[in-house]
């Protein structure tokens, strides 16, 4: 089993942009057997898969229609990661962020990271 | 979008006693498709059971899932220590994953 390494800031104003990326190691982004997910958890929203990135001879991306209009997930192949970027924040989107391989189900998860948003 | 619903939203046990965990869908599903977590707090959920009964990679067998169609179990047979910790179900269909909103097993 690979593991993953999640980085970025803590700390947003409203209207900002996240931006988060994960580290593969034991396995590359760009393997046909998995996807790559971005997943937050909050209490008022719980577990709530956001979007993923996936490989099958050309790249491919799912979103979930909540976020849908505000988020791009990346593969980097120089650097065997993925990265969410979810333009203008809210307060709503303070959570604690995960990324995830898996395919139906989510095989392993990164550490998670919280991101605040507040003025 | 399938929902799930888990029930109870607590349970109250013993060490040594046995857990169930009920996961309902909003309509009927693939089984292939019903994993379910645990989550300790402070950690990342960990996979337990994927295809509704197949349990992952090192998960004790203690841990059992079943189910099919819209209703599913996670049953703990014998709760040690570090099982009580809160519990989710995860389905997927048609590019869209979903969770419940969990189940805590706390000890009495």
């Known amino acids: 089993q690979g593991q993953l390494q999640l980085s970025g800031p803590g700390l947003l104003k409203p209207s900002q942009t996240l931006s988060l990326t994960c580290a593969i190691s034991g396995e590359s982004v760009s393997s046909e057997g998995a996807s790559w997910f971005w997943i937050r958890q909050s209490p008022s929203r719980g577990l709530e898969w956001l979007g993923r990135t996936y490989y099958r001879s050309k790249w491919y991306n799912d979103y979930a229609v909540s976020v849908k209009s505000r988020i791009t997930v990346n593969p980097d192949t120089s650097k065997n990661q993925f990265s969410l970027q979810l333009n203008f924040v809210t307060p709503e989107d303070t959570a604690l962020y995960y990324c995830?391989?898996?395919?139906?189900?989510?095989?392993?998860w990164g550490q998670g990271t919280l991101v605040t948003v507040s003025s | 979008e399938i929902v799930l619903t888990q029930s109870p939203g607590t349970l109250s046990l013993s060490p040594g006693e046995r857990a169930t965990l009920s996961c309902r869908a909003s309509?009927?599903?693939?089984?292939?498709?019903l994993a379910w977590y645990q989550q300790r707090p402070g950690q990342a959920p960990r996979l337990l059971i994927y295809g509704a009964s197949s349990r992952a990679t090192g998960i004790p067998d203690r841990f059992s899932g079943s189910g099919s169609g819209t209703d599913f179990t996670l049953t703990i047979s014998r709760l040690e220590p570090e099982d009580f910790a809160l519990y989710y179900c995860?389905?997927?269909?048609?590019?869209?994953?979903?969770f419940g909103q969990g189940t805590k097993v706390e000890i009495k």
């Open positions: 309509q009927s599903m693939s089984s292939t498709h």
């Open positions: 995830a391989r898996g395919n139906y189900h989510f095989d392993y």
């Open positions: 995860q389905q997927y269909y048609s590019s869209s994953w979903t």
